[in-house]
């Protein structure tokens, strides 16, 4: 089945430029600044799928000097007219990246690889982002747990979608952001853990740490799965 892009879409670039850090998301972004103190040394970041921005101005506010790049042009434009100080550069799919060989301290991919569809997809950017990094710089990929699409969540409902539970991975599954204004199901991809292990590994990355945050029950939030099911994965990656 061909896949879509999902952000690449006026309306829901639109809605999702007004999303902060509601919910799950929190939690998403919660613990990175500890992770990111404890293994990356060095300011210069690269969030490849940066989307709306959101997450290059959190890099930019923990005090990096971060690039965003993305293939959507519709995110883009959002992202540069909220922060016109920003640097956003819009790239085609699968381009050779035109930075130099070990130009970043830090590549941040926040949820962009639950939308990049085949195996063979996923090696071939993992190994260029692995060629911009430098030696002991770190990737981190906060991906979401294919346990997301069968749960409910303070941000997200998968109830509509049953055949998300027998989706294998590669497949297709839908998701709505309950935070967001247009409620049209984002399409991601699932990968599960040992899919993205091996993925890692074939595009010369070993895992150093991998984060699955939960939520706790004095945080000021309608957690629904979250404090016993993580909804996301980081793992944060290094070159052997
Ligand atoms: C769910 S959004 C996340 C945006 C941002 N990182 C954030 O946390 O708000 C995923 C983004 O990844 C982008 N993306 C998907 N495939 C990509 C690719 N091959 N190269 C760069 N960006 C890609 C999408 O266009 C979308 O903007």
Known sequence: ???????????????????????????AFRDLPELLSRHVEGRRALDFGCGTGRSTRFLAKLGFDAVGVDISEEMVRRARAFDSSGDYRLVADGETFRFDDEAFDLVLAAFTFDNIPTKEKKVALFSK?????????????????????WNEWASFTTKNFPE?????????????????EDKRPAVDIIWPDTNYREVYQESGLEVVEIHKPLGRTDEPHEWVSETTIAPWVIYVLGKP
């Open 164 to 180: 998300n539970r027998q989706a294998k991975c590669g497949d297709q599954v839908r998701i709505i952001v309950t935070a967001l």
């Open 129 to 149: 982002l692995a060629g911009v990094l430098r030696t002991n710089g770190r990737i981190v990929s906060l991906v979401s747990a294919p346990e997301i699409y």
């Open 1 to 27: 089945m061909t896949f879509k892009n999902t952000y690449e879409d006026d309306a829901y670039a639109s809605a999702y430029a007004k999303l902060e850090f509601p919910g799950s998301y929190y939690l």
